[in-house]
């Protein structure tokens, strides 16, 4: 029995509808909606996946299909209409948009993991994940440009296929670079953010120590502004009961005034006696020369034509991001029951991995990329992995651990 892509759930046959990851409104403002388009590559063979646009689809219950129809595809459209013809889009628009490629991006890599046929089952679908976690959109609109195309870029690799964190959508004259990924702009937002993320070992979550922010706005970017895009973010951050097991200080740093002013939406008197659950942060923009909250929903932002105005460059600011901060939080030890951090050959051998992959990704787009990063990962895995085997054969001499086994 299939399930659904929105909520998860078993769908009979005859309940089924098909959920277009790409939207049949989109593949008619582009073109032929029963064009061949590139899906991916193969990854034995490195052959182009090719097939008709209109037959990417997924199955979803009637009820989840009609409510994302009406709730969101009909607004995302309008948006996309209003971008496109290079008027002002409001604060509320964008939100939308947000919510959009939020859909998009994960329904995209539901489907990959659905075509691959992969033997583990999700944890999550479209509805558990939508707007829960820090998110930003690059966008770039040509008013010059008449060409009528879509594209996808970003969804062929490991850094994407383990945590749907960016994709690139061309939509005729309008790039956006989409991301998303826990605690993706907390940091320059000056929220609460963690240092550094482990696996646990009892169940292989990752978890975090989290550090109080200073509630102040960034102003450098980097790597977000690569293009010289207009940009559009939303932190995200989820409190669950487990904080108070570990500590009732970290939702302290949430529940504090600075934080529940910054909300899209305040939340009650009585919401904040069990806080549980995921919070929006307002919108932030560099609409208006610098980095700020947008309070008012109706507020108008503009968008123009990036100072990088190209598929290609688009893509390196998405490799950017996937290279830092995305892989900068990706977990390099272990966290034992009794508080000890190990070295995990694994994660340093899986993030060394995806830093090869987008090195390539890189070389084939023609651009350079600088390789010590890749040198310094290759080094810490070989490190830690000789460093393992010496433990378990029992020759490390003493004192000469590194100072990330502890």
């Given at each position: 029995?299939?399930?659904?892509?929105f909520?998860?759930?078993?769908?009979?046959?005859a309940?089924?509808?098909?959920?277009?990851?790409?939207?049949?409104?989109?593949?008619?403002?582009?073109?032929?909606?029963?064009?061949?388009i590139r899906?991916?590559?193969?990854?034995?063979?490195?052959?182009?996946?090719?097939?008709?646009?209109?037959?990417?689809?997924?199955?979803?219950?009637?009820v989840?299909?009609?409510?994302?129809?009406?709730?969101?595809?009909?607004?995302a459209?309008?948006v996309?209409?209003?971008?496109?013809?290079?008027?002002?889009?409001?604060?509320?628009?964008?939100?939308?948009?947000?919510?959009?490629?939020?859909?998009?991006?994960?329904?995209?890599?539901?489907?990959?993991?659905?075509?691959?046929?992969?033997?583990?089952?999700?944890?999550?679908?479209?509805?558990?994940?939508?707007?829960?976690?820090?998110?930003?959109?690059?966008?770039?609109?040509?008013?010059?440009?008449?060409?009528?195309?879509?594209?996808?870029?970003?969804?062929?690799?490991?850094?994407?296929?383990?945590?749907?964190?960016?994709?690139?959508?061309?939509?005729?004259?309008?790039?956006?670079?989409?991301?998303?990924?826990?605690?993706?702009?907390?940091?320059?937002?000056?929220?609460?953010?963690?240092?550094?993320?482990?696996?646990?070992?009892?169940?292989?979550?990752i978890?975090?120590?989290?550090?109080?922010?200073?509630?102040?706005?960034?102003?450098?970017?980097?790597?977000?502004t690569?293009?010289?895009?207009?940009?559009?973010?939303?932190?995200?951050?989820?409190?669950?009961?487990?904080?108070?097991?570990?500590?009732?200080?970290?939702?302290?740093?949430?529940?504090?005034?600075?934080?529940?002013?910054?909300?899209?939406?305040?939340?009650?008197?009585?919401?904040?006696?069990?806080?549980?659950?995921?919070?929006?942060?307002?919108?932030?923009?560099?609409?208006?020369?610098?980095?700020?909250?947008?309070?008012?929903?109706?507020?108008?932002?503009?968008f123009?034509?990036?100072?990088?105005?190209?598929?290609?460059a688009?893509?390196?600011?998405?490799?950017?991001?996937?290279?830092?901060?995305?892989?900068?939080?990706?977990?390099?030890?272990v966290?034992?029951?009794?508080?000890?951090?190990?070295?995990?050959?694994?994660?340093?051998?899986l993030r060394?991995?995806?830093?090869?992959?987008?090195?390539l990704?890189?070389?084939?787009l023609?651009?350079?990329?600088?390789?010590d990063?890749?040198?310094?990962?290759?080094?810490?895995?070989?490190?830690?992995?000789?460093?393992?085997?010496?433990?378990?054969?029992?020759?490390?001499?003493?004192?000469?651990?590194?100072?990330?086994?502890?």
């Amino acid at each position: 029995m299939a399930r659904c892509i929105f909520c998860g759930t078993d769908v009979r046959k005859a309940a089924r509808t098909k959920e277009h990851v790409l939207p049949m409104w989109l593949l008619r403002a582009t073109g032929d909606p029963n064009r061949d388009i590139r899906i991916e590559f193969d990854q034995d063979t490195g052959a182009d996946i090719i097939r008709p646009a209109s037959t990417f689809h997924f199955p979803a219950c009637e009820v989840c299909n009609r409510k994302y129809g009406r709730n969101l595809e009909t607004k995302a459209q309008q948006v996309v209409s209003v971008l496109s013809s290079t008027q002002m889009l409001s604060v509320s628009q964008c939100y939308c948009l947000l919510d959009w490629l939020d859909k998009v991006r994960i329904g995209l890599w539901l489907g990959y993991h659905a075509l691959h046929k992969e033997i583990f089952e999700p944890n999550f679908h479209i509805d558990s994940r939508l707007g829960k976690k820090d998110r930003l959109a690059i966008i770039s609109v040509d008013p010059n440009d008449k060409s009528r195309s879509l594209g996808i870029g970003g969804c062929d690799n490991n850094v994407f296929r383990t945590s749907q964190s960016g994709m690139f959508l061309r939509i005729n004259n309008i790039r956006i670079v989409s991301a998303s990924f826990d605690f993706l702009v907390s940091p320059l937002a000056g929220l609460p953010h963690p240092k550094e993320l482990f696996v646990r070992a009892s169940d292989m979550q990752i978890v975090g120590s989290v550090v109080d922010g200073d509630h102040e706005m960034r102003q450098d970017w980097m790597p977000f502004t690569k293009s010289g895009g207009s940009i559009i973010a939303q932190p995200i951050f989820t409190l669950s009961p487990e904080m108070l097991h570990y500590s009732h200080a970290t939702l302290d740093m949430y529940l504090k005034a600075e934080v529940i002013g910054r909300l899209k939406n305040k939340p009650t008197a009585s919401k904040l006696k069990k806080p549980f659950g995921a919070y929006q942060m307002q919108l932030i923009s560099s609409s208006g020369g610098h980095f700020r909250y947008f309070s008012n929903k109706h507020a108008k932002l503009r968008f123009g034509p990036a100072g990088e105005n190209s598929d290609a460059a688009f893509m390196h600011a998405l490799y950017a991001i996937f290279m830092d901060p995305v892989l900068k939080l990706h977990p390099m030890s272990v966290l034992q029951k009794d508080g000890r951090k190990s070295a995990s050959p694994l994660c340093v051998y899986l993030r060394f991995q995806k830093v090869v992959q987008i090195v390539l990704r890189c070389e084939q787009l023609g651009i350079h990329v600088p390789k010590d990063d890749l040198i310094d990962e290759l080094h810490r895995w070989s490190r830690i992995r000789e460093e393992i085997e010496a433990h378990s054969h029992g020759t490390l001499e003493p004192g000469s651990e590194r100072p990330w086994i502890s």
